[in-house]
């Protein structure tokens, strides 16, 4: 169930300074109030493209990225360690990045992806657990709880900095299909900003009543490579769609779906009205750019397979 108050967010711009003001209970204050860290904790797939417009996106808000990255997806089956092999990539943001490995668990007979999961999301709790020990008693945390592909947008992250929130609020994202080309509408929920105590716990559920109304961007199945895909859709905790339907990952299936919005697995939108069930069953393609991240639209060209009339995916790995 989404949360049942959503705050509308306001940003306005004068003098070279950014004020942004919302529904929220007054700024920070106490002793603490210069001593805030906020800290973005996610859980590596493969979604290198999507990392790297996260880390351009937040970097001027974020001051410790958390990465956990395994060789195994959820189901067990075997994966490449995408952000290991390719930390090249995000040199620039090294100084910032705290990255753990985390030894796959192969599939067996009693194999539960959702255990493997719960089990990950543990693991980052001890990561961050042991992070906050190093720092003064007086500092207070702020926790960005979200999948990779749940983008907050950098000034919802700067207001949530020096707003008082309360303990925890959840972002409510643009929710996009394939590309920032198909709209699902604005209804996703589930990525959190949370502050940080001894009982906290890394999680990706309800926390909240509350929400901030278009705060960033959902980009499921945002993949450069029709493999990508594939691993995806045989490797995450829902891997039970397929339902032994193997055509569904036939790379012409999959590219045509992607091509006309359909849903990859076949199904039915998940819809929590009959309203949003229609939108979602009949959507039609964006042609606007306006309010997508920075750094995708100043890298148009390398992004191109993101952005409206760019749908066809490569068949070829990421190398």
Known sequence: MAPKKSFPIFMLKACNRTRILVGCTGGRNGPNTQNVQVLDAVLMSS????LDIRLNELEGVV???????????????????????????FKDFESKI???????????RDHDAWVVEASTRTEMTSFLRGYTKTLPSDTTFIVIMSDL???PSAHTINLLRNCDFGQSIHLQLRNYLYSFEWLLGINSWRASVNLWNIGTGYGHVKR??????DSGWHCSYCFRTIPEFVTKMQGFSHSDRIGGKMDLLKPESIQQKIC???????MLPEAYSYLDLFYQMN????????????????NAERFKFLL???CQRDEDPVS
Do not use: W
């Open 47 to 50: 979604e290198l493209d999507l």
């Open 63 to 89: 001051d410790q990225f958390f990465i956990i990255e395994s060789n195994a997806t959820f189901t067990g089956l075997p994966k490449e360690t995408y952000y290991d092999n390719n930390k090249e990539m």
């Open 98 to 108: 705290l990255y753990k490995f985390l030894p796959g668990q192969l599939a067996t």
């Open 149 to 151: 592909d749940e983008i």
């Open 208 to 213: 909240s009543d509350k929400a901030l109304a």
């Open 260 to 266: 006309n919005g359909d849903d990859i697995f076949g």
């Open 283 to 298: 959507l039609r393609p964006e042609k606007s750019m306006v309010g997508l991240p920075k750094y995708l639209l100043l």
């Open 308 to 310: 409206p009339g760019g």
